[in-house]
């Protein structure tokens, strides 16, 4: 059974940090590519950040220098750690292989920043 759980989410000032982790079922983590996406209110949902098998990164220019997305292939795990945060960061953020699957979706993470 391929599960996503994504943790780490809050109310965070501008300026601060969070770190996001997403725990995935070893079926799917240790075959795929892996992402972080966000949702905003009103918008569609965004990549954020992509880490591959290789450890490769690539990131979203609206978060570039700020978040960095790393794997513990050991656990199972992708993170996000997120710094400098803005209020336009504000979203559900959701971790899914990549390129996304449909199925895999699961119910995200709020992070909320004030200013």
């Known amino acids: 059974q391929v599960q996503l759980v994504e943790s780490g989410g809050g109310l965070v000032q501008a300026g601060g940090s969070l770190k996001l982790s997403c725990a995935a079922s070893?079926?799917?983590?240790?075959?795929?590519?892996m992402g972080w996406y966000r949702q905003a209110p009103g918008k569609q949902r965004e990549l954020v950040a992509t880490i591959t098998l290789g450890t490769n990164t690539n990131y979203a220019d609206s978060v570039k220098g700020r978040f960095t997305i790393y794997r513990d292939n050991a656990k199972n795990t992708v993170y996000l750690q997120m710094n400098s945060l803005k209020p336009e960061d504000t979203a559900v953020y959701y971790c899914?292989?990549?390129?996304?699957?449909?199925?895999?979706w699961g119910q995200g993470t709020q992070v909320t920043v004030s200013s």
């Open positions: 070893r079926s799917i983590f240790s075959r795929n590519a």
């Open positions: 899914n292989v990549r390129p996304a699957v449909q199925g895999y």
